[in-house]
């Protein structure tokens, strides 16, 4: 079983700086994509970025340029660094870790089975 737990968020304005993290324990391994997703009220969660145990990234294109994940794959930690944010990009934004699958498919929500962490807020000012 494998627990996610957040830290970060916050409120900047727009054109600023922020970052996330998502320390994963349990019984994570290679097999995990771990990433970013975020949600309003009212729409979906959709797939913010994502990473795999080799590095390999993906991000929707709201975001390309802007953010960037990283892992410490000895701490199981993930980090997202968001720079000239928006105030689109306020949301509550969720860590997740699936197996199994690859950054682009985890990014489009294309799987069953994943963790979720419990959400943290980031509010962006104009």
């Known amino acids: 079983q494998v627990q996610l737990t957040e830290s970060g968020g916050g409120s900047v304005e727009a054109g600023g700086a922020l970052n996330i993290s998502c320390a994963a324990s349990?019984?994570?391994?290679?097999?995990?994509?771990m990433g970013w997703f975020r949600q309003v009220p009212g729409k979906e969660r959709e797939g913010v970025a994502v990473?795999?145990?080799?590095?390999?990234?993906d991000y929707t294109d709201s975001v390309k340029g802007r953010f960037t994940i990283s892992k410490d794959p000895k701490k199981n930690i993930v980090y997202l660094q968001m720079t000239n944010v928006k105030p689109e990009d306020s949301a509550v934004y969720y860590c997740?870790?699936?197996?199994?699958?690859?950054?682009?498919?985890?990014?489009?929500?294309?799987?069953?089975?994943?963790?979720w962490g419990q959400g943290t807020q980031v509010t962006v000012s104009s």
């Open positions: 990473i795999d145990s080799d590095g390999s990234r």
């Open positions: 997740v870790a699936v197996p199994f699958l690859g950054p682009r498919a985890v990014l489009r929500g294309a799987f069953k089975v994943a963790t």
């Open positions: 349990g019984s994570i391994d290679a097999s995990y994509c």
